[in-house]
């Protein structure tokens, strides 16, 4: 199975600041990954694709890189909105495999 | 697109449960579908997905055997036969569009195997 490791597992952060999220793949995945939103009681929303499109109506202060092994998910000016848990998920192979999240806190 | 996950409860662990995912605003057999899971306080688990016509199905090593995917395309509705429950079965279970990336998701249904 493809392992997917995230760092860092909780990140403390202000509104306004630029984040990154790290997300490497124990393998090569090309650039078959997605990246999900995720707040408490709701499920999952997509918000980037193939490494680096962004869904629709996801604002595009979201956005990704990355291909291969190493990928990143940037949150270029944060709103209040955005304090959540992001998790990566690779569609290279089965099985379909998350990373183990990183939650997204105020500082 | 509109997802409408049910059929969750409390089970004993050895026992049975199916799953239903009512789909709207979209053209069902057009799509694959997928069950992702989620333990209590702990991450995402894809567990298992199937194409639009039916034909193709993938599990995750976890469930094989013990799950079924299946679809009824007259209905709109996914299913997860869930049998051989144990308690690491104990999560929400959410339907999604998609075998690949998970576009759109029901809200989820709370499955509890416990004696």
């Known amino acids: 199975d493809i392992q997917m490791t995230q760092s860092p597992s909780t990140l403390s952060a202000s509104v306004g600041d630029r984040v990154t999220i790290t997300c490497r793949a124990s393998?090569?995945?090309?650039?078959?990954l997605a990246w999900y939103q995720q707040k408490p009681g709701k499920a999952p929303k997509i918000l980037i694709y193939k490494a680096s499109s962004l869904e629709s109506g996801v604002p595009s202060r979201f956005s990704g890189s990355g291909s291969g092994t190493e990928f990143t998910l940037t949150i270029s000016s944060l709103q209040p909105d955005d304090f959540a848990t992001y998790y990566c998920q690779q569609y290279n192979d089965y099985p379909r495999t998350f990373g183990q999240g990183t939650k997204l806190e105020i500082k | 697109v509109h997802l409408l996950d049910s059929g969750g409860g409390l089970v004993q662990p050895g026992g049975s449960l199916r799953l239903s995912c009512a789909a709207s605003?979209?053209?069902?057999?057009?799509?694959?579908m997928s069950w992702v899971r989620q333990a209590p306080g702990k991450g995402l688990e894809w567990v298992s997905g199937i194409s639009g016509n039916g034909a193709n199905r993938n599990y995750a090593d976890s469930v094989k055997g013990r799950f079924t995917i299946s679809r009824d395309n007259a209905e709109n509705t996914l299913y997860l036969q869930m049998s051989s429950l144990r308690a690491e079965d104990t999560a929400v279970y959410y339907c999604?569009?998609?075998?690949?990336?998970?576009?759109?998701w029901g809200q989820g249904t709370l499955v509890t195997v416990s004696s």
């Open positions: 393998q090569s995945i090309s650039t078959w």
């Open positions: 999604a569009t998609g075998q690949e990336k998970f576009h759109s």
């Open positions: 605003g979209f053209t069902f057999s057009s799509l694959a």
